[in-house]
Every structure is written in structure tokens, then in C-alpha cells.
């Protein structure tokens, strides 16, 4: 596994000038790949970047969607971080599976799709109900273009119903939410180095 590496999207709707509890489970979850041997870097605030709207790979105009693009197509795990907006993923996670989406329709030069082979997982944080839902519908669409999702491939925190606690302004991680982010790690390192060895048929 010393070969593999992971890039992870926070997708926080605000930029880095603010703090972003999405972005410190991503890197919480990047910490536990590197645990397991993963080479990893900060995660991209995409708000960051001026990623335009649209399902092709470059929608030209300064958009900054082909340097993520990039990142994503030479890492071999991909993490998914997003809050929850009215128990859905933030806009920001929406247009990203929606940039994505343009790969089911791309091969690399094996004549394999270009994320066949790449292992998703999702982190999510919010203070109302929808883990569960945002959870599966970042799953599903990462799974359409070609990713794999491994065992427990996903991790989260959700505070009180309406409250004003965020996941950055705990003390200290939950054991259980740990324990569950430790173990999406785990498991997406096992089977990205499993499919870089044995690669899904051509």
C-alpha cells in the first residue's frame, strides 16, 4: 500500500478564510489513510476555486474544475467531505458529483473507464437529521462513474437537532465517530491497494 494516494474535496460552502468542520473531517479522515500508509495532502476547499456549473470535463473560461480533476485522476482514493444543508449535501458536493459525472463517458488509454479502480469515501457533518440520505446519495453517484465504495465506506457526525455546536468546536472527537472514521481508513486502503494489483477487466 506505500504506492497509494488519497485527495480529498471539502466541500464547505464557505472559503478558507473561514473555518470549515467539513474540512477538519476530511482531514481527520486523511490522517487515518495516513495511518495506513496513504500519502496524502490538505484537502481542496473547492469554494476556493472558481469551479463553474456543467457535466463536462473543462467548461472552458477560467474554470477551475480540470486542476481538481487532475488531482482526482492521479490519487487513487477520493474522500467526499460535505456538511448538510436541509438534510441534503451542500450545493457545493452537488456540483462536484455533477463535474464527475462527465468520467462515465471517459476511458483512460487501458480502455478502462478513468475512475475504474479509484475507492470513494464520504464524510459528513451537520447539526439536523440527513447523514444517513446525504451519505447514500454521494455513494450512488460516486459509484455511477466508476468508483468503489468500500465496507463502512463512510463517516459521520451530526450534532443536536438545531443546535449551534459544529463538529470543529468539539473538545474532542466522539470515540464512536473515530472509531468509524478509523475504520472507512482502513478499509479504503485495503481495497484500493487490492484494485491496484488486480484491475477491474478492460
Same mark, same amino acid.
Given at each position: 500500500?506505500?504506492?497509494?494516494?488519497?485527495? =480529498?474535496?471539502?466541500?464547505? %460552502?464557505?472559503?478558507?478564510?473561514?473555518?470549515?468542520?467539513?474540512?477538519?473531517?476530511? +482531514?481527520?479522515? %486523511?490522517?487515518?489513510?495516513?495511518?495506513?500508509?496513504?500519502?496524502?495532502?490538505?484537502?481542496?476547499? !473547492?469554494?476556493?476555486?472558481?469551479?463553474?456549473?456543467?457535466?463536462?470535463?473543462?467548461? &472552458?473560461?477560467?474554470?477551475?474544475?480540470?486542476?481538481?480533476?487532475? +488531482?482526482?485522476?492521479?490519487?487513487?482514493?477520493?474522500?467526499?467531505?460535505?456538511?448538510?444543508?436541509?438534510?441534503?449535501?451542500?450545493?457545493?458536493?452537488?456540483?462536484?458529483?455533477?463535474?464527475?459525472?462527465?468520467?462515465?463517458?471517459?476511458?483512460?488509454?487501458?480502455?478502462?473507464?478513468?475512475?475504474?479502480? +479509484?475507492?470513494?469515501?464520504?464524510?459528513? !457533518?451537520?447539526?439536523?437529521?440527513?447523514?444517513?440520505?446525504?451519505?447514500?446519495?454521494?455513494? $450512488?453517484? %460516486?459509484?455511477?462513474?466508476?468508483?468503489?465504495?468500500?465496507? $463502512?465506506?463512510?463517516?459521520?457526525? !451530526?450534532?443536536? =437537532?438545531? &443546535?449551534?455546536?459544529?463538529? +470543529?468546536?468539539?473538545?474532542? !472527537?466522539?470515540?464512536?465517530?473515530?472509531?468509524?472514521? /478509523?475504520? /472507512?481508513?482502513?478499509?479504503?486502503?485495503?481495497?484500493?491497494? %487490492?484494485?491496484?494489483?488486480?484491475?477491474?477487466?478492460?
Amino acid at each position: 500500500m506505500s504506492n497509494l494516494s488519497a485527495v =480529498a474535496l471539502s466541500c464547505s %460552502l464557505k472559503s478558507s478564510t473561514e473555518e470549515s468542520s467539513s474540512e477538519l473531517m476530511a +482531514k481527520h479522515v %486523511l490522517a487515518e489513510l495516513a495511518k495506513n500508509g496513504v500519502t496524502v495532502e490538505d484537502p481542496i476547499r !473547492v469554494a476556493d476555486h472558481d469551479v463553474h456549473f456543467g457535466t463536462d470535463t473543462d467548461m &472552458g473560461d477560467g474554470d477551475g474544475w480540470p486542476e481538481i480533476r487532475e +488531482k482526482i485522476l492521479a490519487a487513487d482514493i477520493l474522500v467526499l467531505s460535505t456538511p448538510i444543508w436541509m438534510g441534503h449535501p451542500a450545493s457545493v458536493a452537488s456540483m462536484v458529483t455533477e463535474r464527475i459525472d462527465a468520467e462515465s463517458s471517459k476511458t483512460g488509454a487501458d480502455g478502462r473507464p478513468t475512475m475504474f479502480g +479509484k475507492v470513494a469515501l464520504v464524510a459528513v !457533518v451537520g447539526n439536523e437529521d440527513g447523514a444517513h440520505n446525504v451519505t447514500a446519495d454521494m455513494m $450512488q453517484a %460516486l459509484n455511477d462513474v466508476g468508483f468503489t465504495i468500500p465496507a $463502512q465506506g463512510g463517516t459521520y457526525w !451530526v450534532g443536536e =437537532a438545531m &443546535g449551534d455546536v459544529v463538529y +470543529k468546536d468539539l473538545d474532542e !472527537v466522539p470515540e464512536v465517530v473515530a472509531e468509524t472514521t /478509523a475504520t /472507512a481508513a482502513r478499509n479504503a486502503a485495503h481495497l484500493a491497494g %487490492l484494485l491496484a494489483g488486480n484491475k477491474y477487466p478492460a
